[in-house]
T-cell receptor, first 115, second 116 residues
Framework: NAGVMQNPRHLVRRRGQEARLRCSPM?????VYWYRQLPEEGLKFMVY????????ESGMPKERFSAEFPKEGPSILRIQQVVRGDSAAYFC?????????????FGEGSRLTVL | AQSVAQPEDQVKVAEGNPLTVKCTYS??????LFWYVQYPNRGLQFLLK??????LVKGSYGFEAEFNKSQTSFHLKKPSALVSDSALYFC??????????????FGKGTKLSVIP
């Protein structure tokens, strides 16, 4: 079952370190979305990418956060100099094209804990 | 900008009884509406969607939802709850077209507990 694959599932970092979260979309999907879920909160949109292009990063914090989706390989969400407030579950979703009428397919999430 | 409200943080229902999880939304133009379910430490699983057509939408695991345009609501329902339905349920919306039409906006979620 080639669903959306995220790794690592759990990541622990100390303040000031870097966190890299990876996402491989479903087979045949070329659009990737990153969402963040804070405790007791719903999912908040962060960024929407197509291969080699960032389409919308309006939900990304202006500093320390970046995302890419290279021609080859997974999409990567990078958080530099992590702080305790970055502790959250980060979910990746994919779709075959622009969503049209379709739903998003989500991965299991990467849970980041900042000590 | 679109928004979703799930007015109940938690819903408790006895096994075998009908359940309703409420959702209201705000969006410019016509909406696309979705329900997702999340089990502990898992990702979101798609349950059902409203695009157009019949206001009553049927989805996975016996769930259905009713779209009410005048009340801007999209409540999730099931005639007979199972203990295994206990999970976190999210309503989501995105506009049919225009700015943000690819951004799925989620409610805060409703925790459903089905009591044996």
């Amino acid at each position: 079952n080639a669903g959306v694959m995220q790794n690592p599932r759990h990541l622990v970092r100390r303040r000031g370190q870097e966190a890299r979260l990876r996402c491989s979309p479903m087979k045949g999907h070329s659009h990737v979305y990153w969402y963040r879920q804070l405790p007791e909160e719903g999912l908040k949109f962060m960024v929407y990418l197509q291969k080699e292009n960032i389409i919308d990063e309006s939900g990304m914090p202006k500093e320390r956060f970046s995302a890419e989706f290279p021609k080859e390989g997974p999409s990567i969400l990078r958080i530099q100099q992590v702080v305790r407030g970055d502790s959250a579950a980060y979910f990746c979703a994919s779709s075959p094209g622009t969503m049209n009428t379709g739903e998003l397919f989500f991965g299991e999430g990467s849970r980041l804990t900042v000590l | 900008a679109q928004s979703v409200a799930q007015p109940e943080d938690q819903v408790k229902v006895a096994e075998g009884n009908p359940l309703t999880v409420k959702c209201t939304y705000s969006v410019s133009g016509n909406p696309y509406l979705f329900w997702y379910v999340q089990y502990p430490n898992r990702g979101l699983q798609f349950l059902l969607k409203y695009i157009t057509g019949d206001n009553l939408v049927k989805g996975s695991y016996g769930f259905e939802a009713e779209f009410n345009k005048s009340q801007t609501s999209f409540h999730l329902k099931k005639p007979s709850a199972l203990v295994s339905d206990s999970a976190l349920y999210f309503c989501a919306v995105r506009p049919y077209s225009g700015a943000g039409s690819y951004q799925l906006t989620f409610g805060k979620g409703t925790k459903l507990s089905v009591i044996p």
